[in-house]
């Protein structure tokens, strides 16, 4: 990260219209990505995902829910069924198209609650310092010490298998790398000179905190939640597959893959193509987060 | 050495202590009378209710609660299963061997791929191995664990026959013995290949993680000063790889292996499911799904006792292997 001043986070024009040599450094960072090429095919991959999930009414060829009682569990290339059909005889093509919505929501906000919550958790611990950075960070520890799925299968256990519990469980399991990595960042920059002129000329920690060190501390943040969206999707994925997300007959991938488990045998499209759908997205949020990595902060 | 170890065990009694509180507190939030979800909603008489209430200590404080937890706990009491009123401490125990066979299988799976591909990637940078190597790693790393092992029951067991698609014969432990007892290997193949599928399952995302950071581990340690002299010395090229280079590779590798174990027993929750093997894991899934509480409960708990041990196993080996490190 650059140690200049920058009050905002905001992307103004100016700054990115502005010649090469006075470039900006969300500018740079979007130069830098651009030639990422890894970065660029994931880029490209959740630009896919994102319209589908978008225009799924209009590109979906079927109802998700519609069931086709004279074929079902249909092989990939029957008539009607690009990718076949589920079991019960309803569209995977469908299905998997409609399921991108599931995945994209939960990532959304299981990375919306997560970074929301452990961002705050590391300001304030990193700027507070003292017992209140002991007391936070050492509740860090305790959630650290539960693998994530455990946690979130025990958080499920209480509130209840359903889509909106299942991203609080993600999100209630992923904020405290964003607490760690968020601390590191403020205990850097509070003893920083521009923080220091801030806070003589009368500046509220409240102001300094919101205005002048989360903005330097965003490099990061985007990075882990990028990588944090393929984490969530897996996650969610997870659960459904064992029953305890996205309830059927709602088409999450996860579930469909369970679905298809017991027709193996006669009909293995229904399981593997859940599968390959949640790697690809997975891959793409892996691979813009790698290029997000380098072109944000090198030493990341 | 030994002032090392009792520091970190004494840093581990809060952690302990959160960990308690946390599982304590997840029982409590869950919604509706606990004693009404134990008998059911249809047979609660007020009466009835309210003497089970008693006996379960349920109509004091939650803090007299939580400290009457903590001793039990100190006991290895962790409460009687509601669904066969078995105490849950046995159910774990019968179940744990299985979970840790499971887990140390993996673990030995991905690092006997990993360590030699990343080793590999490493001298040749850049070669064809060394792509190959680089994107079946980040295909490793993206593929759901629960989606390859219904491939590998998919390929191998039902499309194949080769191994068996599903459950656990006998301790590899046991077959071994019989082995150097009877001469009979016909108990440990049985067991070995029923391990194979859940531990390649378990142990591809690991390997994986593994594979990336020895390659770039090696990379940085070949590039050092004393693996020139080693070289200038003109020592045979293994000699230079396996002693000079990986042992000081393998630093940040067991470090990560260490934390890594953690996630293993999380995800060994999920493999074991899909392969019907009768470790915690599966015990955790069956319980939620009959809403046995103190079943989950124990499990969360002695997954997470466990891991925070390994931790602290790790810490003692990272100062063991690298004499530079004493944590001061």
Redo the contacts between chains.
Sequence with gaps: MRSSIRASATLDAAAMAAPAAHEGYWATAWRRLRRHRVAMVGLAIIAGIILLAVFAPFISPADPLAIDYAHPAAPPGTAGHVLGTDAVGRDILARLIYGTRVSLQVGIVAVGIAASLGTSVGLIAGYRGGLVDNLLMRTVDVFLAFPVIVLAIAIIAVLGPDLVNVMIAIGLVAWTTYARVVRGQVLVLREQDFVHAARAIGTSDARIIVRHILPNSLAPIIVLATVGMATAIIAEAALSFLGLGVQPPTPSWGTMLNEGRGFLRTAPHISTLPGLAIMLTVLGFNFLGDGLRDALDPRL | MGRFIVRRLLAMI??LF??T???FT?LR???GDPVVIMIGAENTSPDEVARLRGVLGLDQGIHVQYVKFLGRLARGDLGVSLGSAEPVSRLIWERLPATVELTLAAMAVSLAIAIPVGVISAIRKYSATDTAGTVVA??G???????LG??L??LFA?RLGWLPASGRSEAVSAGLATLLTTGSPAMLITAVSHLILPAVTLGAGLAAVVTRLTRSSMLEVIGHDFVRTARAKGLPGRRIILHHSLRNALIPIVTVIGLEF??L???A??TE??FAWPGIGRL??RS??QRD?PV??G??LM??VV??CANLAVDVVYALIDPRIRYA
């Excluded at chain 2, 790393?141 to 989606?147: D, K, L, N, T, V």
Aim: charged share 0%; glycine share 8%.
């Design positions: 809060p952690l959160g960990i509180l946390v599982v997840i939030l869950i919604p980040l295909l790393i993206s593929m759901p664990s629960f989606w219904v491939m029951i998919f039902l953690g996630a027993l999380g995800g929750v999920i499911t899909i955790a899934i939620i799904v509480f989950v409960q499990v969360v997954i997470a891991r925070i």
